[in-house]
């Protein structure tokens, strides 16, 4: 007997758009949005874009929205300092030239965590630039 709900086909953001997006995010977009209207005036600001389900519903005559996300930049740093230097570390682990890979892995963790560091300013800086007008 087959099991065809055994593994995962189709697009990830189709089935966002028809099924997450719907059922969770345009209700809570709404409900944001008819909250904020009665209040929003000046500027608006949201951090987390995404798909910008809430970021559609956000724009309000008497207000100017600002959004912002920096998604890519904070995958790339999480994969330098936690996924790569573990795959290197078991890779360490099982005798696979361990002094190269375990100051490598070292290496790319430092760099990665830097670079977390670096968008966590940087992103507070700027939602707080923009926010501001500065």
Not at 31 to 55: F, H, K, N, P, Q
Not at 75 to 104: H, K, N, R
Not at 112 to 131: M, N, P, Q, S
């Amino acid at each position: 007997m087959t099991n065809d709900d055994s593994g995962f086909v189709g697009s990830i953001p189709d089935l966002y758009d028809r099924n997450i997006g719907p059922l969770m995010m345009v209700p809570y977009a709404g409900d944001i949005a008819r909250r904020l209207s009665e209040m929003a005036t000046g500027r608006l600001l949201e951090v987390a874009a995404g798909t910008g389900i809430v970021t559609a519903a956000l724009a309000l005559p008497r207000a100017q929205l600002i959004a912002t996300d920096l998604n890519q930049l904070r995958y790339i740093a999480v994969a330098l300092a936690f996924f790569i230097p573990s795959i290197l570390a078991l890779l360490a682990a099982f005798g696979v030239a361990p002094a190269i890979t375990t100051i490598t892995a070292a290496l790319l963790a430092l760099i990665g965590l830097l670079v977390e560091r670096w968008l966590f300013f940087a992103e507070a800086t700027h939602v707080a630039t923009i926010y501001y007008g500065r």
